[in-house]
């Protein structure tokens, strides 16, 4: 499938706009959503655009650790041969919480001049919505990213802790949920936060203090455009450590750094625009409409198929724990948090899904492509919804959701849904990289088992 290349005259405007430019750091997100690539001296970037760089497809066969998992074939077996990348057009900007003239910009990975690499997480999305296009249908949707910042020196145990206000001096302890208060006492942190993100174009909207010490949201602003979108979310992430970090704080997206406080998750809100850009889920929130409804029944039907990219890691099956927010079944509910597809409150103009299942450790394009695609398999399909959940979900219907790491991936791979959807040779890879830090993971003994079993065994 062909992708769009930014044109060299995007170069030459910023290269003149910022005569003192000092380096430009190319990124490609891999599997997991980490930032791969190559930093390049400013004088190169013309280059870059005219006839792009070279990396190895291997890029995407790399575990959470940056080490090749053989298995995927496409290390070794090929040579670990280089792929032509190109420059995403409009994503060229400067990098303002570094201390010199730098900037940035997103690359994507060509299986040949002009068609998309076959195991590019962004590709996989793109052709979804391609998918919607050829039927008159535009996705409208935003990203919610929850993530805890922490202090930058671990505890003994090696275990995590929170920060210490600037403001009061005190280790955040408790939980004050939309504590205004909270945010003044990060206030020079978030601010900066949101300069860079308006710097880069990236419309962060509405920060929030969460649902644990030291944990926030920020909101990102609904765009008629998935890819960008989760464009968007993959360079909050970044501003977001990056200026952390400059603060003297870390800041994690796990989906559970603290056993016993709340997990971090990724919301998407998605309604969809016909030609005329009308929202076809229009309707009285409390009866859906038939798109809606047929939607919905969608994303029930295939959450638990692809439950293993909402929740990629071993961690991620941590958040799914009573009184946390976290839905453990394929429910919906109107203006009900404790389910995993909410109908928010609103106008009846605007009504949206937000799928609440993703942990804040998913790679965006692929938690994307997997709502997208749920939606649009019960569009096409005219599937049925059943009667929605009132009350606290958790207590009205019983876990069914793949809840570990093992069920997850098995039911994944053995998925004809997620392969007509995703590509079977994409799966292929991505499972093998996963198996492998799941395997790589077991092998280590914790400090834990220790605790149990040394002296009572």
């Not at 170069?11 to 190559?38: I, M, Y």
């Not at 792929?83 to 919480?97: F, K």
């Not at 970090?245 to 603290?258: E, L, S």
Request: proline share 6%; hydrophobic share 40%; charged share 15%.
């Amino acid at each position: 499938m062909s992708h769009a290349v930014a044109s060299t005259s995007e170069a030459e405007a910023f290269l003149a706009a910022h005569p003192d430019l000092v380096s430009v750091d190319l990124l490609l997100p891999d599997q997991h959503g980490v930032l791969r690539g190559k930093r390049i001296p400013a004088h190169e970037l013309l280059k870059v655009y005219e006839q792009g760089i070279y990396l190895p497809g291997s890029v995407f066969a790399l575990d959470i650790n940056g080490n090749t998992v053989e298995s995927t074939g496409i290390g070794f077996d090929t040579g670990d041969c280089d792929q032509p990348c190109r420059v995403i057009p409009h994503t060229l900007t400067m990098v303002p919480w570094q201390t010199k003239p730098m900037a940035q910009c997103l690359i994507t990975m060509e299986q040949s001049p002009g068609e998309a690499y076959f195991a590019n997480p962004r590709h996989v999305l793109d052709q979804i919505c391609d998918q919607y296009q050829t039927q008159g249908l535009t996705p409208m949707v935003a990203v919610e990213l929850e993530f805890y910042l922490t202090d930058a020196k671990r505890l003994e145990s090696g275990l995590l802790q929170p920060p210490i206000a600037p403001m009061t001096g005190l280790r955040e302890s408790d939980t004050q949920v939309y504590a205004v208060d909270n945010l003044d006492d990060y206030s020079a942190l978030i601010d900066d936060i949101m300069l860079a993100a308006q710097a880069q174009n990236i419309p962060a909207s509405t920060a929030v203090a969460e649902y644990a010490p030291g944990q926030f949201e920020i909101n990102l602003q609904h765009v008629a455009d998935p890819v960008l979108a989760c464009d968007q979310a993959i360079l909050l992430k970044r501003i977001i450590k990056s200026v952390s970090r400059n603060h003297g704080f870390g800041a994690t997206f796990m989906a559970k750094p603290y056993a016993d406080q709340a997990g971090s998750g990724m919301h998407i809100h998605m309604s969809l625009l016909d030609d005329s850009a009308t929202n076809v889920f229009a309707c009285d929130q409390q009866q859906p409409n038939a798109v809606l409804s047929q939607a919905l029944a969608g994303l029930q039907a295939t959450m638990a198929e692809t439950m293993a990219l909402l929740c990629p890691k071993v961690n991620s099956y941590r958040r799914f724990q009573p009184d946390f927010f976290v839905a453990m079944a394929p429910t919906w509910g109107v203006d009900n948090r404790t389910v995993a597809l909410r109908i928010p409150n609103g106008s009846g103009s605007a009504t949206r899904i937000e799928h609440r299942v993703a942990g804040a450790d998913a790679n965006p394009y692929l938690a994307m492509a997997a709502l997208l695609s749920g939606a649009l398999h019960g569009i096409n399909n005219e599937l049925i919804l059943g009667p929605q959940t009132t009350g606290n979900g958790a207590e009205k219907v019983a876990p069914s959701l793949p809840l570990n790491w093992v069920d997850a991936y098995g039911i994944l791979g053995n998925s004809e849904f997620a392969k007509n959807a995703f590509g079977a040779d994409f799966l292929r890879v991505y499972t093998q990289v996963q198996q492998q830090e799941y395997d790589e993971f077991n092998r280590h003994v914790s400090s834990l088992e220790i605790d149990w079993y040394q002296r009572t065994l």
